[in-house]
Nanobody, 121 residues
Framework: QLQLVESGGGLVQPGGSLRLSCAAS????????IGWFRQAPGKEREGVSC????????KYADSVKGRFTISRDNAKNTVYLQMNSLKPEDTAVYYC??????????????WGQGTQVTVSS
């Protein structure tokens, strides 16, 4: 079973950057499309970005297009989310999970523990 662990969150000022990591253990890692999701206080969890198993296809929520970049290194069993030009509204707990496809970006696996991102001056 694929298990994912998120890391890299923290406190950053508006306009700053963070890079989140999603490290995987388990078999057939490079078979899975992976997605990043986030949940802000009092809000439902939402999809942020997804990437295909090969890394050749990506999808982004409109709210993060042009600011966030998803990538993966299958040799390291890791998916990254580079977040630039961060805004206070990006504050949330960020999760990664296997998804059904990079395009549909619907969760198909279990959640990790998440990593907190706080954007504040």
């Amino acid at each position: 079973q694929l298990q994912l662990v998120e890391s890299g969150g923290g406190l950053v000022q508006p306009g700053g950057s963070l890079r989140l990591s999603c490290a995987a253990s388990g078999f057939t890692w490079d078979y899975y499309a992976i997605g990043w999701f986030r949940q802000a206080p009092g809000k439902e969890r939402e999809g942020v970005s997804c990437i295909s198993s090969s890394g050749g296809n990506t999808k982004y929520a409109d709210s993060v297009k042009g600011r966030f970049t998803i990538s993966r290194d299958n040799a390291k069993n890791t998916v990254y989310l580079q977040m630039n030009s961060l805004k206070p509204e990006d504050t949330a707990v960020y999760y990664c999970a296997a998804v059904d496809s990079w395009y549909n970006c619907a969760r198909a696996g279990s959640w990790g523990q998440g990593t907190q991102v706080t954007v504040s001056s």
